[in-house]
């Protein structure tokens, strides 16, 4: 079990979790003694960028989908994104990808032709001991994140499977010959 799981990925393990987490995987932004907090890169929403947020400046982006970052507020809006250069970059959560939750930093992104970025509403979060305790009862595997998987877009299903391939051995041999790669 990890000391914490922060700037990590954790992939569900499906046959365990059947909830809203059933095949997701989640950006850790921050896990400490206080708790968890993630955001959840699968869960593409109905919303675009447009519809969420109003008065958005003309932008080549206003139709892109907004993704559903957990269960928990979703007057929680943030943009994870690798525009470095901004002004206000936000949290870096690993090396050159950061969330920022201003409105100056997103319309800096949407203007910036070389950035890639994705925008969440909600965000999941975990109390103290929480997390650990999904650990005990094997519901994550963690993953080392990779900024083409946070950024990729792609069937949810098979993001989540990417990611357990990435893991290689046992988990990319599960992803290729069986229906539920976790149930073993």
Not at 54 to 71: F, I, M, Q, S
Not at 133 to 149: C, N, R, T, Y
Request: charged content about 25%.
């Amino acid at each position: 079990m990890p000391g914490s799981t922060k700037g990590k990925l954790l992939i569900s393990n499906s046959s365990v979790i059947q909830d809203f987490f059933h095949k997701s995987i989640i950006l850790m932004v921050d896990h400490d003694e206080d708790g968890a907090f993630g955001l959840v890169l699968n869960k593409p929403t109905e919303q675009t960028l447009e519809s969420l947020i109003k008065n958005l400046p003309d932008t080549e982006h206003a139709d892109r989908t907004v993704y559903a970052g957990g269960p928990v507020d979703n007057m929680f809006v943030t943009i994870v994104h690798n525009h470095k250069a901004s002004r206000d970059p936000g949290v870096e959560i690993i090396p050159g990808i950061f969330m920022a939750r201003s409105y100056d930093t997103l319309v800096e992104v949407l203007q910036s032709p070389e950035c890639s970025f994705r925008v969440f509403q909600g965000y999941s979060g975990w109390s103290p001991g929480q997390l650990e305790g999904e650990f005990e009862k094997l519901s994550w595997v963690l993953a080392e994140p990779k900024e083409e998987m946070i950024f990729q877009a792609s069937d949810s299903e098979d993001l989540w499977k990417d990611a357990l391939r990435s893991k290689g051995g046992i988990y990319k041999y599960f992803v290729e010959h069986t229906k539920d790669p976790l149930l073993n």
